[in-house]
């Protein structure tokens, strides 16, 4: 059973930083490797879930506009794990984050991790 737990999340003042971390289990490090391309979701309260940022199994990376400078996507295939470093973090990045394979798999969506930025 594939399963994507997150960790990382708290409550930072704005302009803070936190570091979020996915861990993948129950699938080999090697599919991990070549076929999960992974991204970082994040759903507001009262808006629709959208893409912060994807990291391809090549180990490209994509971020959404909003996020673009401040956060940064990165992999341990090694671990099967995923981790997304956010900087100068705002009140606008208030959000539960949640890491999925991109595109994401309905079944794999996990409890998520909550941010809050507030001073």
């Known amino acids: 059973q594939v399963q994507f737990v997150e960790s990382g999340g708290g409550l930072v003042q704005p302009g803070g930083s936190l570091r979020l971390s996915c861990a993948v289990s129950?699938?080999?490090?090697?599919?991990?490797?070549?076929?999960?391309?992974m991204a970082w979701y994040r759903q507001a309260p009262g808006k629709q879930r959208e893409l912060v940022a994807s990291i391809s199994s090549g180990g490209s990376t994509n971020y959404a506009d909003s996020v673009k400078g401040r956060f940064t996507i990165s992999r341990d295939n090694a671990k099967n794990t995923v981790s997304l470093q956010m900087n100068s973090l705002k009140p606008e990045d208030t959000a539960v984050y949640y890491c999925?394979?991109?595109?994401?798999?309905?079944?794999?969506w996990g409890q998520g991790t909550q941010v809050t930025v507030s001073s």
């Open positions: 129950g699938v080999s490090g090697s599919i991990f490797r070549w076929y999960y391309d």
């Open positions: 999925n394979r991109q595109p994401a798999v309905a079944l794999y």
